[in-house]
């Protein structure tokens, strides 16, 4: 950290012009940006599903589909069908659109004699009443109608297929326009207007093109707004709190010069723009800010203490370096703990987030010094924090907003200090017990339960046709011509049997269908013959013949050795399908065994990535604990000091989760990234009191007030940096994507918490503790002398000479100072780290004799300290 500070004020004009020359690159990078609002990224990275999914598209089509509802009362009137043709045609004509499934596409398959006929179900549109009416009849009659025809005959959906590649931010937006404009001039504008023949009551799209770019809109114009907000936020907190426009603007550039590059690394990595990326500007603008927060505070506070600008900048280097990169290293690896998800967009984001955090680390320490060594002399050397020369250690007595918040929260503290720890573990354990509860959704259908206009579409079309979901049921097998066989088709119609039994799930359609509608064909058109059995006519002989038909495309490969049932539903959490699915699951296990039964489509592997993301929290959260755990061990050399920086933060945790848990707030992909960073921010905190407490220690003679001066002195920063979080994550409250607007609120939640946890709790676990930092260990120097001639430290290694010094309190004593006084009753004994002094015995005139001259490693003051005597002479401090 030195070294960069020094390359930054040693050659400031060459630093600045390498920012700004990277800032351009990073700039012409943008351009090469791309926003992916598909399922695709809330898969799991790896599933091998994947393939099999893309395998099922290019044999029985792409799922990637648009639809067009369409309703009039009179929807079987010529007027009326002779626009729907009219739609189905303009609609087939978009580029990039396979197919459109209309009523006007349909084929009314039907015996004639013992041969098949496969007309279409509208060669032309009839031109008397009773054609028309009979036509509706037969639509509603035909099985392959049901999916797109009410049962009222009053509404239908056009079925618009795209290519599977046909996908993309740009290609989204121009078919959503493509269709738009295709139906514009049918849609009645009043629906109580007169009934019109050149316009539908309702027409309206929807589906997945539809609602990829309206989720890519709603994301653009959620980002702007969020970024708006945040640096409105941290603008206000942090004028409120600095005081200094140059300062605020240094940590506005830093977080917007570490956006941009993190944006341009992005590009160049191939990163797109997703859902988590909202996150970002909260990242980047309020955590990124946090440390050029505090090293601000120190500078300022030693400007005040009446150093010179320049002691003051390397003051803030030399005693927060440590701080600094803790404080960064724990944010970091939160982040790229991350990457541990087995879901895609997770692993992008963990990527990015950690490149941002990096970049942020690397322009405070490069921009902050620079700007102080120029125009840190201009700097108000007002106590940020608010001291007075002789602190109450009770009080914070703060100047200003945050100080006199400061105080009051310092104030608020119970007179009995087991109240709050008894309070916390009865709240984590009655509130942590509602997270057996939790719920995990990764399904983009409810992402934007927010737009009205798409739910109250998605309720029209579930409530006339079916749900908007749909998944695929797989039948496979080895056999030659499997599905020619009547029994293995028999299997098909069991479960399709069993589906409407359970009634979960709204319809279904499979190659069993048509046959079943040959069957009841054959016999007369008679309800009871309606439903396919393998022994009950001759429609299994027909199934060669009507492979020229479209209507069994869809169904049946062409090598008859794998059949599907399409599946519609209405569930709009993976959760919720993931139960429904059960059942049929363990159905499917006990048909013929020839058969392999798997379930595809997007729904599914999309539920199947938000099993994983709860078990991915966990990896997630346990190596984060894991690694801060060794870290903080390692760093105060006590496996205590690891459980206590964990324990009031886990607590925190719990309290989130038991809350989401009653609250049915389901666990998303946005969720997993909020958790980890707020642990992280909560281990900095206590890491911070940590930190503080031990240079106390060193330099306190007052053990019982070390935590109440440790608290004292890190409250205001702390709670600082808490306000700016809170406000900076609860802006995303306002994002219209309802996973944005979650998160926003569990962050809110847990910073809360762990800002009460740290205040309440962690300096009553500290208060009994002293610790030994390890960088302290490294950095001490203990000269040969105190090694050689000290009889304390005798057939001690060099290691355990440190610890004692580091455990005790190091005084730095000006020359002349009496420090032991002849007549007091002694406390402590001293080992002469450094320099000399002077032992004396005072006569009853005031004249003094000189009794010896202590040396390097020589102890004073020890037979007083045991038996608690009075000392017998002063000791001076010399040099």
Sequence with gaps: MEKIVKIATQWPKLVFAVLLLISAGAVLQLDKLTVDTSASVLMLADDPDKAFYQTLQETFGSDNTAIVYVEDKALFSRKKLQLLQSVTTQLAAI?????????????????????????????????????????????????????????????????????????????????????????????????????????????????????????????????????????????????????????????????????????????????????????????????????????????????????????????????????????????????????????????????????????????????????????????????????????????????????????????????????????????????GAGMVAIKSNNDPADFLSRSALLQS??????????????????????????????????????????????????????????????????????????????????????????????AIKPFVSADYKQAIVRVWHHYTTSQDLQQALTGLQAYTDSLDKRLEVRFSGADILLAAAADSLLNGQVKSLAALMLAMFVLISLLFLKFKAGLIALLPNLAALAILFGVMGYLAIPFTVLTAPITVISLAIGLGYTLRLMLRQNEEIRTSAQDKQDIKRTLRTEITPILTSATLLILGFGVLLVADIKPIAQSGGLAVLILLTMLLANVYITPLLLSSMRFVTLWGMVTVNVSREIIDNCDLFKNMHTWQIKQIILLSQVQHIKAGTVFIQQGEVGHEMYVILAGTARVETVSTDGSRQLIITLHEGQVIGEVALVSQAERTADVVAET
């Design 95 to 431: 580029e990039g659109v396979e197919k459109v499934t209309s009523l006007f596409t349909l084929e009314n398959v039907q015996t004639a004699d013992t041969r098949l006929q496969a007309p279409l179900l509208i060669e032309s549109i009839p031109e008397t009443d009773a054609a028309l009416e009979s036509l509706r009849r037969t639509a509603l009659n035909s099985p392959f109608a049901r999916n797109i025809l009410s049962s009222d005959g009053t509404a239908t959906a056009l079925y618009i297929h795209f290519r599977h590649a046909l996908v993309g931010t740009a290609i989204d937006a121009h078919l959503v326009e493509a269709i738009e404009q295709a139906i514009a001039p049918l849609i009645r504008e009043v629906v109580t207007f007169a009934p019109d023949d050149n316009t539908f009551e309702r027409a309206f799209q929807i589906g997945a093109p539809y609602q990829r770019h309206l989720l890519a809109t709603t994301l653009s114009s959620d980002l702007t707004l969020l970024v708006v907000l945040t640096l409105a936020v941290v603008l206000l907190c942090l004028g409120v709190y600095l005081k200094s426009p140059g300062s605020l603007l240094v940590l506005v550039v830093t977080a917007a010069l570490s956006g941009l590059w993190s944006l341009a690394c992005m590009a160049l990595l191939k990163l797109p723009v997703t859902l988590l990326t909202a996150l970002l500007p909260v990242l980047l603008i309020a955590l990124g800010s946090l440390p050029g927060i505090r090293l601000l505070d120190h500078y300022r506070s030693s400007l005040r203490e009446g150093q010179t600008p320049q002691a003051a900048l390397w003051s803030m280097v030399d005693k927060l370096s440590p701080a600094f990169f803790l404080t960064f290293a724990c944010s970091w690896l939160a982040v790229l703990s991350l990457r541990l998800n087995d879901i895609l967009v997770l692993q992008q984001f963990a990527t990015a987030a950690s490149l941002a955090l990096l970049f942020s680390f690397i322009i405070t320490l490069i921009l902050l010094p620079l700007y102080l060594s120029t125009f840190g002399h201009r700097l108000t050397p007002q106590p940020v924090s608010g001291h007075t020369a002789e602190p109450d250690p009770d009080r914070v007595t703060g100047s200003g907003l945050f100080g006199r918040a400061a105080d009051a929260l310092i104030q608020a503290m119970p007179t009995n200090k087991m109240t709050v720890p008894l309070l916390a573990i009865v709240l984590a354990v009655v509130l």
């Design 457 to 550: 579409r998605n309720h029209l079309v579930t409530e006339r046709l079916h749900g908007m979901q749909t998944f695929t049921i797989v039948f496979s097998s080895e056999q030659d011509g499997a599905f020619k066989d009547p029994a293995l088709l028999n299997e098909i119609q069991k479960v399709q049997d069993f589906i409407q039994q359970l009634k979960l799930f709204d319809t279904s359609l499979a190659v069993t269908d048509l046959l079943s509608h040959l069957q009841r064909e054959a016999g007369g058109g008679d309800m009871p013959y309606y439903g396919f059995s393998g022994t009950a006519g001759p429609a299994p002989n027909y199934l060669p013949a009507l492979w020229d038909s479209t």
